[in-house]
């Protein structure tokens, strides 16, 4: 994991510097300039826009009784938009803009959501932990109570 986030931090700025000379060479440094700053006041506005979007979002779900799960996970990805579109460089505002297209976001909440799930473990006693691992029939759920279940992340170790 470390080495992975040693490569991000190295190679994706040095990717970035590349595609910023390259690009002021065959335009000129000032539209290059201009282009960061506009993605960059752009961006943000968007973000912004769409966090406060999600945000109320979210109060409606938690009044209504719903659990904003996919929501909440809509606002991280907004967040993480947000901030590439902030950092100088062409490829993260284009990660940071299809962060900003809600079809976009839902597919990488799908492969986040398959990623996660594949690396959890649950554990527990009796029917309840039957029902949360899926081998009971929905007839049953609404009657059962949870004894004891623990979740743990699973390690890159644990794959082999």
């Known amino acids: 994991m470390l080495f992975r986030l040693?490569?991000?931090?190295?190679?994706?700025?040095?990717?970035?510097?590349?595609?910023l000379l390259w690009l002021s060479d065959v335009t000129s440094w000032q539209f290059t300039v201009l282009l960061v700053l506009v993605t960059g006041v752009v961006g943000a506005w968007l973000a912004r826009l769409?966090?406060?979007?999600?945000?109320?979002?979210i109060q409606r779900q938690l009044s209504s009784g719903?659990?904003?799960a996919g929501t909440l996970v809509d606002a991280l990805l907004i967040f993480v938009a947000g901030a590439l579109l902030l950092t100088p460089g062409i490829l993260t505002d284009a990660v940071?803009?299809?962060?900003?297209?809600?079809?976009?976001?839902?597919?990488?909440?799908?492969?986040?959501?398959?990623?996660f799930r594949g690396s959890m473990v649950m554990q527990g006693q009796g029917a309840a932990a039957q029902f949360w691992a899926g081998t009971q029939n929905s007839q049953?759920?609404?009657?059962?109570q949870i004894i004891?279940?623990?979740?743990?992340?699973?390690?890159?170790?644990?794959?082999?």
């Open 96 to 115: 940071g803009f299809s962060l900003l297209i809600p079809p976009a976001r839902a597919v990488i909440k799908k492969w986040l959501s398959a990623k």
């Open 148 to 160: 004891e279940v623990q979740a743990t992340h699973k390690t890159d170790s644990d794959h082999d």
């Open 50 to 57: 769409q966090g406060w979007q999600t945000w109320q979002k």
């Open 66 to 68: 719903e659990a904003p």
């Open 6 to 19: 040693i490569l991000l931090f190295t190679i994706v700025p040095f990717a970035e510097l590349v595609l």
């Open 140 to 144: 049953n759920r609404h009657n059962e």
